[in-house]
Structure formats: structure tokens, C-alpha cells
């Protein structure tokens, strides 16, 4: 089975610094998707990024960016220029290819509590 | 109703009580989950279904049973709800067959007493 582990509960920035959430995960499969998820105070789910095992480019979006680390299996998502609306949970999740056994669900790690200090 | 839809937002439940979470969507995915979420544990997945019809157990189902007799809906029961059930809950749904991503709903804080 694929786990899924963030080792850091809280994690804290200074606004317009650079912060970086760890995320490490297990599997035996060869090709998957790895994404981050940030979830506010309103409890909405909403996605941040995602990467495909497949290619090496790691994935950007705005701000959001992560190093995908394949064989050592590690996805880290970095922030930059942070903003106060970047406070959040930020939850790092995998998910196996389409067609796979497993329904293609979803496996969450533990969640990191991003604050961002004025 | 506009992407996917839960009920109720928050409930207080006394414990031995049966309770059923609805969950509905109306963008025709084929895929649909229910995951809790707990402190210190992320999301787990409790049940899936892949298609109308099909149901099956995810990492924690125990005390917990789910059908899905048409695409749109997904409800998820708990019989005899007992004081670790105590939790948010998270429905989400998936068009499999275009490979885009799940869709959440706001969740559901059940509080079992």
C-alpha cells in the first residue's frame, strides 16, 4: 500500500519570504501523480499543483513550485513571495494511474499548518 | 446545485444513534469517495465507488456502510455511531475516464457525544 508522511505539524513564514513543505511518500509503482492540496479555514479542499511521476520538469503554478525527487521518492512544494492568504493546511497526496486496482483514490499525508506572519 | 453538494454542514449526534451523510454532485463523474479527516491523520478514505452500483472499502470502512444507486448520489451511514467517529467528513468525486482531478465538498463536522 502507498504512504504518504509530512514530517512537519506547522511550518511559519514571514510574508514575501520563501518557505518549503516536506513531503516524503512510498510505492511500488512506477508512474502516479503526486499533488499538494491547501485547505483555509473554510475547510474547502483546493488544488495547488500537481506532478506526473512520468515527466522530470517539475511542476510550477505562480508562485507554487515543487521539486519532485523520484528516486528518492520525496515532493516538496515550495512558496515563494508568500501572502497571508497562503495560511493554511496544506496536505501533500498521491494517487496511482488510472485503472489501477486501488480505485484511483487518493492517499493524504498528515497535513502541515502553514501560518504567515505580517 | 452547483459541483458537489453534503449535508448537513455540522451535526451533533448522541452516541448509538444511526446517521446518514449525504453527499450529492451534479457534474456526472463516475467516481465518488469519502474520506474523514482527523488531527495528526490527514484524509483517510473510508468508501469509494467507482460506478453507479459498485461500492468498495477503503482504509478505515469499519462502522461505516455507503451505496450508490445512481451516479449523482453517495450517502454514507453510520449504523451505531460511537464517539471515535468523531470527525470531518469529506465527499469528492472524479470524472475517471477524463483524468481530471477530484472534486471536494465542504465537508461535514460530526460530533458523536
Known amino acids: 500500500a502507498q504512504t504518504v508522511t509530512q514530517s512537519q505539524p506547522e511550518m511559519s513564514v514571514q510574508e514575501a519570504e520563501t518557505v518549503t513543505l516536506s513531503c516524503t511518500y512510498d510505492t511500488s509503482e512506477s508512474d502516479y501523480y503526486l499533488f499538494w492540496y491547501k485547505q483555509p479555514p473554510s475547510r474547502q479542499m483546493i488544488l495547488v499543483i500537481r506532478?506526473?511521476?512520468?515527466?522530470?520538469q517539475n511542476a510550477t503554478e505562480n508562485r507554487f513550485s515543487v521539486n519532485f525527487q523520484k528516486a528518492a521518492k520525496s515532493f516538496s512544494l515550495k512558496i515563494s513571495d508568500s501572502q497571508l492568504g497562503d495560511a493554511a493546511m496544506y496536505f501533500c497526496a498521491y494517487r496511482n494511474l488510472l485503472g489501477s486496482t486501488s480505485g484511483s483514490r487518493l492517499t493524504f499525508g498528515e497535513g502541515t499548518q502553514l501560518t504567515v506572519n505580517p | 446545485i452547483a459541483g458537489i453538494t453534503q449535508a448537513p454542514t455540522s451535526q451533533i449526534l448522541a452516541a448509538g444513534r444511526r446517521m446518514t451523510l449525504r453527499c450529492t454532485q451534479d457534474?456526472?463523474?463516475?467516481?465518488m469517495y469519502w474520506y474523514r479527516q482527523d488531527l495528526g491523520l490527514g484524509l483517510r478514505l473510508i468508501h469509494y465507488s467507482n460506478t453507479a452500483g459498485t461500492t468498495g472499502k477503503g482504509e478505515v470502512p469499519d462502522g461505516y456502510s455507503v451505496s450508490r444507486a445512481n451516479t449523482d448520489d453517495f450517502p454514507l451511514t453510520l449504523a451505531s455511531a460511537v464517539p471515535s467517529q468523531t470527525s470531518v467528513y469529506f465527499c469528492?468525486?472524479?470524472?475517471?475516464?477524463?483524468?481530471?482531478?477530484?472534486?471536494f465538498g465542504q465537508g461535514t463536522r460530526l460530533t458523536v457525544v
Open positions: 506532478q506526473e511521476a512520468y515527466k522530470q
Open positions: 457534474m456526472r463523474h463516475n467516481a
Open positions: 469528492a468525486s472524479r470524472d475517471t475516464s477524463r483524468g481530471t482531478e477530484a472534486f
